[in-house]
């Protein structure tokens, strides 16, 4: 899978995500979390079919199974750029809060 869709004026390079390489970042997430405390990390749609409810499908069935499968969980945690007006809506509706934000920068040499 390769990952390149821009994200608000920052210019990313592609990249390329096995299966190996996204097992190994689970585990070292997994390592380090609070068990009671999840995280839902990337919700992809293209950016040519957002707005018309994918989001919202995605990020049901993932807290369906997440309810059924963990249920020991009591957070979820988020998170998505600022610029993506269809999952920060999506977020909203399913009840989230911001609790910090990040603010990245990009030096042309």
């Given amino acids: 899978m390769t990952l390149d869709a821009p994200l608000g004026d920052m210019d990313y390079e592609p990249e390329s995500w096995d299966v190996a390489r996204l097992r190994a970042s689970e585990s070292r997430s997994m390592a380090r979390q609070d068990p009671r405390v999840a995280s839902q990390w990337d919700t992809i749609v ?20 997440l309810v059924d499968l963990v249920p020991e969980v009591a957070c979820v ?8 007006r269809h999952m920060v809506a999506v977020n909203e509706a399913f009840g989230f809060e911001p609790v910090e934000t990040w603010t ?6």
Avoid: C, F, I
């Fill in 46 to 65: 293209d950016p040519a079919h957002r707005g018309h409810g994918l989001g919202v499908v995605l990020k049901s069935w993932n807290h369906r199974q």
């Fill in 77 to 84: 945690n988020t998170r998505n750029a600022v610029a993506n």
């Fill in 104 to 109: 990245e920068y990009q030096l042309d040499l």
